[in-house]
């Protein structure tokens, strides 16, 4: 049936609309026939874009290649996705009264407060590049899994550039072949600084400015891959449905938004100074009073506030061996 709806349009009519109806309606996005039972009428363009939603398709009125693969997956695959997903869940260490969540598949960060979600927030996680490794392929930008506590909030945020996007993608082939002072000449022309110059603690940073990749605030939660939260000014991929594209980091739709939430909660958040602090760009630094714990996991369902199941693409490839509070893939860190 999926195949043969390739050219099945809004408005006209196809013998396999019927069967589409009646999948859709197996899935729970019921759309009852308004005229003719083969046309495809609004009811039935809005049940496909509800489905396309929680498979993380762009709503379209059309079956799509995309659409024909989700509708070809089988109950027992769902339920495997569904029984994983229970699975992690029970797994997971106990939650607190507040916490922050990200479920990586899911491209959202939410703060949790006595079983009341405050906040959803689309973001930006890991890519899914993959690069060969002495012992097979590897994910080196992946985001890994990762229990750890939110401590800072930092306005105007410095970017100490990881030395792997250093040597990857800001250094040319001609500038890594400079002796050291001619190099760190070469970096401050392009407008970095360098820190502790010539000696082993040697690293590169951008100053906080429109063009720094970390935009106007980060919220750090210490923990051995050097991940963190953080703006962006690169905007366009919060408007896609499947948002893998950072170094590791989590790039957040609308940070000062989490970070008042989070110092609220804190019981240090004040407007004006936040309003001055941003106007300056000089780095500003909140120590958290309590800090929040943040789980950073990897489960392959989710259920919306309608409960309908959404079934997240496997981004990274795990499958359903779900492992979550665990330390995760790669050494990421950076944007």
């Known amino acids: 049936m999926p195949d043969a709806l390739g050219k099945a349009r809004r408005g006209g009519r196809h013998a396999a609309v019927p069967a589409l109806r009646a999948r859709l309606a197996q899935e729970g996005f019921a759309a009852a026939a308004e005229g003719a039972p083969d046309r495809f009428d609004r009811a039935l363009v809005d049940a496909l874009a509800r489905f396309q939603r929680a498979h993380q398709l762009r709503p379209a009125p059309m079956v799509g290649r995309g659409t024909r693969r989700a509708l070809r997956v089988g109950a027992a695959e769902k339920l495997a996705r569904v029984a994983a997903a229970l699975e992690a869940r029970r797994a997971a260490?106990?939650?607190?009264?507040?916490?922050?969540?990200?479920?990586?598949?899911?491209?959202?960060?939410?703060?949790?407060?006595?079983?009341?979600?405050?906040?959803?927030?689309?973001?930006?996680?890991?890519?899914?590049?993959?690069?060969?490794?002495?012992?097979?392929?590897?994910?080196?930008?992946?985001?890994?899994?990762?229990?750890?506590?939110?401590?800072?909030?930092?306005?105007?945020?410095?970017?100490?550039?990881?030395?792997?996007?250093?040597?990857?993608?800001?250094?040319?082939?001609?500038?890594?072949?400079?002796?050291?002072?001619?190099?760190?000449?070469?970096?401050?022309?392009?407008?970095?600084?360098?820190?502790?110059?010539?000696?082993?603690?040697?690293?590169?940073?951008?100053?906080?400015?429109?063009?720094?990749?970390?935009?106007?605030?980060?919220?750090?939660?210490?923990?051995?891959?050097?991940?963190?939260?953080?703006?962006?000014p690169a905007r366009g991929h919060f408007a896609r449905p499947v948002r893998a594209y950072s170094h590791g980091c989590v790039r957040v739709e609308s940070p000062l938004q989490l970070a008042q939430a989070i110092l609220t909660e804190d019981g240090q958040y004040d407007a004006r100074q936040v309003r001055r602090w941003l106007r300056d760009d000089e780095p500003r630094s909140v120590v958290l009073r309590e800090p929040i714990p943040i789980f950073v996991e990897y489960v392959p369902v989710r259920v919306d506030e309608d409960g309908h199941a959404w079934f997240l693409r496997d981004v990274y490839e795990r499958g359903f061996d779900v492992v979550i509070d665990a330390p995760g893939l790669g050494t990421p860190g950076g944007s």
Request: proline share 10%; net charge negative; aromatic share 10%.
């Open 93 to 232: 260490l106990r939650r607190p009264a507040r916490y922050v969540e990200i479920n990586i598949p899911d491209y959202h960060v939410e703060l949790w407060r006595d079983g009341v979600r405050l906040e959803r927030i689309p973001v930006v996680v890991g890519s899914s590049k993959r690069v060969w490794e002495p012992g097979g392929f590897e994910r080196p930008n992946a985001t890994p899994t990762l229990h750890a506590e939110i401590t800072h909030v930092i306005y105007n945020p410095h970017w100490n550039i990881p030395s792997r996007i250093l040597e990857e993608e800001i250094l040319d082939d001609e500038a890594r072949a400079l002796p050291n002072d001619e190099q760190i000449a070469w970096l401050e022309e392009k407008g970095y600084e360098v820190q502790r110059p010539g000696t082993r603690w040697q690293y590169v940073r951008q100053v906080a400015g429109p063009g720094n990749p970390l935009g106007k605030v980060k919220i750090l939660f210490p923990n051995p891959h050097d991940v963190y939260l953080h703006d962006t």
